[in-house]
């Protein structure tokens, strides 16, 4: 059974830091794994992918120079550090995992988590 398993999640002020993590099991690691954010009324957006090996990640413009996407191989884990966080960073955020490539286009990606939390306030 394909499980990801989001946490980390929870509330912080403008400016603060987050760590979250996603576990992945009941998959080969050689997949794309993505991080994805939606808040209410608002369309899914994809902030940051990572290849299944080697460096090769991407960002979304809102949020780089910010995060970080990282992969534990030895946990079968996905982090995203998270730091100098506003207020627009609120929404729910989702990993997902896919066979398609590297990419933040939601529909690439055939495995989601259900997601954490996060909330910044001002």
């Known amino acids: 059974q394909i499980q990801l398993v989001e946490s980390g999640g929870g509330s912080v002020q403008d400016g603060g830091s987050l760590r979250l993590s996603c576990r992945v099991s009941g998959i080969s690691d050689r997949i794309y794994m993505g991080w994805f954010r939606q808040d209410p009324g608002k369309e899914r957006e994809g902030i940051a992918a990572?290849?299944?090996?080697?460096?090769?990640?991407v960002y979304g413009e809102s949020v780089k120079g910010r995060f970080t996407i990282s992969r534990d191989s030895s946990e079968n884990a996905v982090h995203l550090q998270m730091n100098s966080l506003k207020p627009e960073d609120t929404a729910m955020y989702s990993c997902?995992?896919?066979?398609?490539?590297?990419?933040?286009?939601?529909?690439?990606?055939?495995?989601w988590g259900r997601g954490t939390q996060v909330t910044v306030s001002s």
């Open positions: 997902a995992a896919g066979l398609t490539g590297l990419s933040l286009a939601p529909g690439d990606f055939q495995f």
């Open positions: 990572i290849a299944p090996r080697g460096p090769r990640v």
